[in-house]
């Protein structure tokens, strides 16, 4: 099966030895994902919930580039620095994936790569053939 990956254009790519996303056959996996944009920016400073739709966002830009969308999610990991942060965290999920509605999980991490990073989400998703 061809392996397609999409990049994310940070240098950390080259050294880490990373991608955005990587699709072999129908399955694709998005890399733990923040709320940093194109540039470098963070997005949503001390704001879960336009983080999080920010990363959503951010993912289906890569899923677009494989020829998917986030109707072909199926399960999202969450990671937050602040479980009290759950709520605002799951109903910018809810609104990202009302519908569509992946098996997920939330968990409480010690730190991200940057403090001020309040959450990352993995990604899975399957095209149905």
């Known amino acids: 099966m061809a392996r ?17 996303a990587v699709k072999i056959g129908n399955i694709i996996e998005i890399a733990g994902t923040t709320a940093v944009d194109d540039a470098g920016n963070f997005v949503g400073l001390d704001d879960p919930y336009e983080q999080t739709v920010f990363i959503i966002r951010k993912a289906e830009k890569a899923l677009n580039e494989l020829d998917s969308d986030l109707n072909d999610i199926i399960r999202t990991r969450i990671f937050v620095t602040n479980i009290k942060d759950w ?12 519908g569509i509605y992946p098996v997920t999980t939330l968990v409480e991490v010690s730190n991200l790569i940057d403090p001020r990073l309040l959450v990352e989400i993995e990604f899975t998703a399957v095209i149905e053939e």
């Open 4 to 20: 397609k990956r999409v990049s994310s254009g940070v240098k950390w790519e080259d050294i880490v030895a990373y991608s955005r």
């Open 87 to 98: 709520e605002e965290v799951g109903k910018a999920h809810g609104d990202c994936f009302r």
